[in-house]
Protein backbone atom coordinates (compact mmCIF):
# COMPACT_ATOMS: atom_id res chain seq x y z
CA UNK A 1 0.00 0.00 0.00
CA UNK A 2 1.51 3.45 -1.02
CA UNK A 3 0.91 5.70 1.22
CA UNK A 4 1.55 9.59 1.01
CA UNK A 5 3.33 12.16 3.28
CA UNK A 6 2.68 15.85 4.14
CA UNK A 7 5.86 16.73 5.67
CA UNK A 8 7.64 20.58 6.76
CA UNK A 9 11.30 20.99 7.16
CA UNK A 10 12.89 23.56 9.10
CA UNK A 11 15.98 25.47 7.50
CA UNK A 12 18.94 25.54 9.66
CA UNK A 13 20.45 28.18 8.22
CA UNK A 14 18.11 30.59 8.23
CA UNK A 15 15.38 29.04 10.40
CA UNK A 16 12.29 28.78 7.35
CA UNK A 17 10.22 26.29 7.28
CA UNK A 18 8.92 23.95 4.21
CA UNK A 19 5.94 22.45 3.75
CA UNK A 20 5.66 19.50 0.92
CA UNK A 21 4.10 15.68 0.25
CA UNK A 22 5.77 12.98 -1.39
CA UNK A 23 5.28 9.16 -1.87
CA UNK A 24 8.69 8.87 -0.36
CA UNK A 25 9.86 11.17 2.81
CA UNK A 26 13.60 9.61 3.16
CA UNK A 27 14.31 10.21 -0.89
CA UNK A 28 12.85 13.75 -0.87
CA UNK A 29 14.42 14.66 2.32
CA UNK A 30 17.27 13.82 0.52
CA UNK A 31 16.78 15.68 -2.57
CA UNK A 32 15.99 18.97 -0.35
CA UNK A 33 19.59 18.71 1.06
CA UNK A 34 21.17 18.22 -1.64
CA UNK A 35 20.04 21.20 -3.78
CA UNK A 36 17.99 19.07 -6.22
CA UNK A 37 14.55 21.34 -5.29
CA UNK A 38 15.33 24.75 -6.18
CA UNK A 39 12.79 26.38 -4.40
CA UNK A 40 14.40 25.05 -1.00
CA UNK A 41 18.10 25.09 -2.26
CA UNK A 42 19.51 28.52 -0.81
CA UNK A 43 18.41 27.40 2.71
CA UNK A 44 19.95 24.10 3.21
CA UNK A 45 20.34 22.38 5.54
CA UNK A 46 16.97 20.85 6.81
CA UNK A 47 16.17 18.84 9.23
CA UNK A 48 12.68 16.68 9.10
CA UNK A 49 10.50 18.50 11.94
CA UNK A 50 7.01 16.59 11.41
CA UNK A 51 5.20 14.61 8.66
CA UNK A 52 1.45 12.78 8.73
CA UNK A 53 1.05 9.93 6.44
CA UNK A 54 -2.41 9.63 4.58
CA UNK A 55 -3.59 6.71 2.77
CA UNK A 56 -4.72 9.48 -0.12
CA UNK A 57 -2.70 11.85 -2.48
CA UNK A 58 -5.82 14.19 -2.45
CA UNK A 59 -5.70 13.62 1.40
CA UNK A 60 -1.82 14.88 1.52
CA UNK A 61 -1.82 17.26 -0.70
CA UNK A 62 -5.14 19.06 0.80
CA UNK A 63 -3.25 18.70 4.47
CA UNK A 64 -0.32 20.53 2.47
CA UNK A 65 -2.56 23.49 1.20
CA UNK A 66 -4.55 23.97 4.81
CA UNK A 67 -0.89 24.04 6.06
CA UNK A 68 0.35 26.95 3.39
CA UNK A 69 -2.54 29.33 4.40
CA UNK A 70 -2.46 31.18 7.33
CA UNK A 71 -4.65 29.71 9.56
CA UNK A 72 -2.42 26.69 8.96
CA UNK A 73 0.58 28.07 9.46
CA UNK A 74 -0.67 29.30 12.99
CA UNK A 75 -2.13 26.12 13.49
CA UNK A 76 0.91 24.91 12.72
CA UNK A 77 3.00 26.83 14.84
CA UNK A 78 1.21 26.43 17.59
CA UNK A 79 0.59 22.85 17.97
CA UNK A 80 4.08 20.97 15.92
CA UNK A 81 7.17 23.69 15.71
CA UNK A 82 9.19 24.39 18.27
CA UNK A 83 10.40 27.57 17.84
Same mark, same amino acid.
Given at each position: ????Y??????????????G???D?? @??????? =?????????????? !????????????? @?????? !?? =???????????????
Open positions: MVMFTYILKSSKSNLFYTWTTLQ @KRVKQHN =SGESFASKPYRPWT !LVYYSAFETEKLA @KDFERY !LK =SGSGKAFSRKRFLKP
